[in-house]
């Protein structure tokens, strides 16, 4: 991968293991963020394939939509709870009130949905996240945080809160530029940063990152668009023998993630 200019800044290198901890996945849940610079990316999209692929494979799974301001995890629910990860972020509610699930046929995993309620967006204390990671941390293999895009006080609080970061980004100029930033922002914290996955990739060359920045590369996919617009993912399939190059992509992150250290 060539580099391309200035903003162009060595990251971790995702495989490196070497020394580090071996932990269970099965012991306690691991909290992974999905940030990004720009929205649209497809963070959501990449959130929910992922905790299918997780699911699929036998780990309980959550995620949590910190998308505060614009949430749509909701959108995908086939259980819905009676509250929100907003309600509970501004004391209203318990976490079982909270959690409904997405059901994959075999395998489903749980969500905690955000809503956009004006009046409540005063009374959030971000600082509940903590105690709301604490109390399912036992319950989950995986905790996925949906985070917002860029890097406000809702995104740096949750990613402060995380044991492994990836960054989604899309292949352009201006998205890599806004990666870059929030990685510099995220190497500057304790959570480990497992490297970028580029989405929505056309053609087999990245342009703007390398290789050894690159956790995942998925590309761009029709199919995994009007899933996600029908509220689904590529785990909905009802031909579950099939499985696309997209789909093997998510199922390989997801045996990355849970088979790698800890930290
Ligand atoms: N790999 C992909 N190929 C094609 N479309 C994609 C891909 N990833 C995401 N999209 C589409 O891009 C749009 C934005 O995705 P979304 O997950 O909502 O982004 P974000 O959460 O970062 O705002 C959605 O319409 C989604 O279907
Ligand atoms: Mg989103």
């Given at each position: 991968?060539?580099?391309?200019?200035?903003?162009?800044?060595?990251?971790?290198?995702?495989?490196?293991?070497?020394?580090?901890?071996?932990?269970?996945?099965?012991?306690?849940?691991?909290?992974?963020?999905?940030?990004?610079?720009?929205?649209?990316?497809?963070?959501?999209?990449?959130?929910?394939?992922?905790?299918?692929?997780?699911?699929?494979?036998?780990?309980?799974?959550?995620?949590?939509?910190?998308?505060?301001?614009?949430?749509?995890?909701?959108?995908?629910?086939?259980?819905?709870?009676?509250?929100?990860?907003?309600?509970?972020?501004?004391?209203?509610?318990?976490?079982?009130?909270?959690?409904?699930?997405?059901?994959?046929?075999?395998?489903?995993?749980?969500?905690?949905?955000?809503?956009?309620?004006?009046?409540?967006?005063?009374?959030?204390?971000?600082?509940?996240?903590?105690?709301?990671?604490?109390?399912?941390?036992?319950?989950?293999?995986?905790?996925?945080l949906d985070v917002a895009p860029g890097l406000t006080k809702y995104v740096i609080y949750p990613l402060k809160l995380s044991d492994q970061i990836f960054i989604v980004s899309s292949d352009t100029k201006p998205a890599y530029v806004d990666s870059m930033k929030v990685y510099r922002f995220v190497s500057g914290i304790n959570a480990r940063f497992r490297g970028c996955i580029v989405n929505m990739v056309s053609g087999s060359e990245l342009r703007y990152f390398r290789h050894g920045d690159v956790f995942s590369v998925i590309p761009y996919d029709k199919k995994l668009e009007k899933t996600f617009r029908d509220g689904k993912t590529l785990f909905h399939s009802r031909l579950p023998a099939f499985i696309s190059q997209t789909k093997k992509i998510f199922l390989k992150m997801a045996d990355a993630i849970s088979k790698t250290p800890r930290f």
């Open positions: 991968m060539r580099k391309k200019h200035d903003e162009n800044v060595a990251l971790n290198n995702p495989t490196t293991g070497i020394g580090l901890r071996f932990v269970s996945v099965r012991q306690k849940g691991v909290v992974i963020a999905l940030p990004s610079g720009k929205g649209g990316v497809g963070k959501t999209t990449v959130a929910l394939n992922l905790a299918s692929a997780l699911a699929i494979k036998g780990h309980r799974v959550i995620v949590l939509d910190m998308n505060l301001m614009l949430p749509n995890v909701h959108l995908f629910l086939t259980h819905s709870p009676e509250k929100t990860l907003t309600h509970y972020l501004a004391g209203d509610a318990e976490c079982e009130d909270a959690i409904g699930y997405v059901d994959l046929g075999k395998n489903k995993f749980d969500v905690i949905p955000a809503e956009s309620i004006v009046d409540y967006m005063k009374r959030i204390n971000i600082a509940n996240l903590s105690r709301l990671i604490h109390e399912i941390k036992p319950e989950y293999d995986i905790i996925i």
